[in-house]
């Protein structure tokens, strides 16, 4: 990142874009920031240029293509652009979904792992459930912005 560069102030609400490897962006919300980490929400599809905000119109938490805890820098740098807030801003409509994680030692088994607002590094709960129920879990992990750029790519 160029030191003379602004850094840009991260906040809940906020509706960005990233590149995806392959071509095109996807829009992204900032549903919570705890610095250095953001609850992304991603949703498709694929786009070839930066949308207008109003097009995020109608963005809901029950249907995105992926959720994901992700570092902000691209955010603050301004790699990926903010595009502005969601207006009115209302945090219970997008809440920080449970994550799944499965086990390295035994891959039979996952934890489901519940984040609150406080703390998005240390699980407030954990949960032993059999690794076929992770399916229906978003994968637990903190993504580095390259990663999160690969993922959404895949999945649109």
Known sequence: MDGNRKRIAVREGNLFCAPLPSGGLCVGLAARVKAPTVVAYVFGPRLQRLPQLDSAVGLTSFRPTLVAMVAWRKLRSGEW???????PWD???????????????????????????ADLVLPWDEQRVPATLAAEYWEDG????EALEIEADRLL
């Open 81 to 87: 652009p903010v595009l502005g807030n969601l207006e």
């Open 91 to 117: 945090r219970t409509a997008w809440p920080i979904p449970p994550f799944a994680a499965i086990d390295s030692v035994n891959p039979e088994w996952a934890d489901i792992r519940r984040y609150n607002d």
């Open 142 to 145: 903190l993504y580095g912005s």
